[in-house]
């Protein structure tokens, strides 16, 4: 059985800062691309940051310069650092893997239970 575990969300008044981490634990064999998704409410899931295995990088349009995504491939866990957040920055946000196990070669998509970012004075 395979499981990402997120943590670190809460209430933050805007312009303040958050990071997020998500551990992946199981069979694991290896990771392949990991990200950060969001869904505010009534809107659909949108993507944040995905992060390559070898440290590539891209990030939506709305959160580039406020956001790094980064992964550390020893411990299976990414991280989201957020900066200088906004009230539209609301939303819970999900950890993303692709991953095989030792039991299939085949990638699948992982996903975590979600953690609300709240973002309000």
């Known amino acids: 059985q395979v499981q990402l575990v997120e943590s670190g969300g809460g209430l933050v008044q805007p312009g303040g800062s958050l990071r997020l981490s998500c551990a992946a634990s199981g069979s694991i064999y ?4 990991m990200a950060w998704y969001r869904q505010a409410q009534g809107k659909e899931r949108e993507v944040v940051a995905i992060i390559s295995s ?9 959160v580039k310069g ?3 995504i980064s992964r550390d491939n ?10 200088s957040l906004k009230p ?4 819970v946000y ?6 095989n196990t ?4 085949d990638y699948s998509s992982y996903w975590g239970q ?3 970012v709240t973002v309000s004075s």
């Open 30 to 33: 290896s990771i392949n691309d």
């Open 54 to 62: 070898s440290g590539n990088t891209n990030y939506a349009h709305s």
């Open 66 to 68: 406020r956001f790094t």
């Open 74 to 83: 020893a411990k299976n866990t990414v991280y989201l650092q957020m900066n």
């Open 88 to 91: 539209e920055d609301t939303a």
């Open 94 to 99: 999900y950890c993303y893997a692709e991953m």
């Open 102 to 105: 030792f039991y299939s070669s």
């Open 114 to 116: 979600g953690t609300q």
